[in-house]
């Protein structure tokens, strides 16, 4: 199993940054891709960005795009979302998620979200 706790959330004005953090634990060496989500109040959970877990390469949704960067730190098992002109939009409660592999079977983990509120 592979536990993930997010940190970092709070509130911010918009156009100010704001940096996730998302450590890992566990069966780490199981991880393919880690990934950001948000889920804004009243709407569905949507993808931010992912990370190669082995490679590095980063894909991103488009409404973050130039704004939003994820980076890791592989020896503290962490991975970051590091959030820039940050807009009254990106409120929402932020979520890590890994993909992983274990004995050939995929599944994926959750952390428990941090909020992230941007005020006007």
């Known amino acids: 199993q592979v536990q993930l706790v997010e940190s970092g959330g709070g509130l911010v004005q918009a156009g100010g940054s704001l940096r996730l953090s998302c450590a890992a634990s566990?069966?780490?060496?199981?991880?393919?891709?880690m990934a950001w989500y948000r889920q804004a109040p009243g709407k569905e959970r949507e993808f931010v960005g992912v990370?190669?877990?082995?490679?590095?390469?980063?894909v991103y949704a488009d409404s973050v795009k130039g704004r939003f960067t994820i980076s890791r730190d592989n020896a503290k098992n962490t991975v970051y979302l590091q959030m820039n002109s940050l807009k009254l939009e990106d409120t929402a409660v932020y979520y890590c998620?890994?993909?992983?592999?274990?004995?050939?079977?995929?599944?994926?983990?959750w952390g428990q979200g941090t909020q992230v509120t941007v005020s006007s």
């Open positions: 998620a890994a993909d992983v592999v274990i004995t050939l079977v995929p599944s994926n983990y």
């Open positions: 566990g069966r780490t060496f199981s991880i393919v891709r």
């Open positions: 990370l190669s877990w082995s490679g590095g390469s980063t």
